[in-house]
T-cell receptor
Framework: DTAVSQTPKYLVTQMGNDKSIKCEQN?????MYWYKQDSKKFLKIMFS???????INETVPNRFSPKSPDKAHLNLHINSLELGDSAVYFC?????????????FGPGTRLTVL | AQTVTQSQPEMSVQEAETVTLSCTYD???????LFWYKQPPSRQMILVIR??????QNATENRFSVNFQKAAKSFSLKISDSQLGDAAMYFC??????????FGPGTRLSVLP
């Protein structure tokens, strides 16, 4: 049983393209997150949604737009991809909207922009 | 900015020995949680152990235990009887009621046979 799943696991694309990464959790959690892990392994939060509402929006280019159709899904759409967007993107979720809850991570999506 | 610091970019340990990974953090909150996550080469982020700040007793999960020093804002991870499968990046993280979930820069642990 996959708790937090992401698709695709690998994404290779050209500069300037638009791409989406999907995330789904079957844990019944209220809060979902997107993180970016750069080449130096530094993990930084990008967005957080609680019950489909945006609650954290760190300083990321507005080319990145999260979309939450329901509380089990948080997709990340990226417009006009740039070389610097190459990274591993992790989705995570935590329960009952309690920020003190443990976060459970998806397997990550490695995005390579050529 | 509230930060999490891991001062050891890399560590190594002999198989079956014990190793301690350091973590310090900065927060103005009194109620928060601390975590250690493991990221093996498969890149999956795996929760290792969790500590509630209001609990004085150090958390333990099998071979993994923490030394939580609240006044010093220190949260080290001890791995006993190290195994080859313990080789990974280890991330310390902190979260509080303000919903700030912050990760440290990570420590790469190598386990030598």
């Amino acid at each position: 049983d996959t708790a937090v799943s992401q698709t695709p696991k690998y994404l290779v694309t050209q500069m300037g393209n638009d791409k989406s990464i999907k995330c789904e959790q079957n844990l019944g959690h209220d809060t979902m997150y997107w993180y970016k892990q750069d080449s130096k392994k530094f993990l930084k939060i990008m967005f957080s949604y609680n019950n489909k509402e945006l609650i954290i929006n760190e300083t990321v280019p507005n080319r990145f737009s999260p979309k939450s159709p329901d509380k089990a899904h948080l997709n990340l759409h990226i417009n006009s991809l740039e070389l610097g967007d190459s990274a591993v993107y992790f989705c995570a979720s935590s329960g009952q909207g309690n920020s003190l809850d443990t976060q459970y991570f998806g397997p990550g999506t490695r995005l390579t922009v050529l | 900015a509230q930060t999490v610091t891991q001062s050891q970019p890399e560590m190594s340990v002999q198989e079956a020995e014990t190793v301690t990974l350091s973590c310090t953090y900065d927060t103005s909150e009194s109620d928060y949680y601390l975590f250690w996550y493991k990221q093996p080469p498969s890149r999956q982020m795996i929760l290792v152990i969790r500590q509630e700040a209001y609990k004085q007793q150090n958390a333990t999960e099998n071979r993994f235990s923490v030394n939580f020093q609240k006044a010093a804002k220190s949260f080290s991870l001890k791995i006993s009887d190290s195994q080859l499968g313990d080789a990974a990046m280890y991330f310390c993280a902190r979260t509080d009621l303000g919903q700030n979930f912050v990760f440290g820069p990570g420590t790469r642990l190598s386990v030598l046979p």
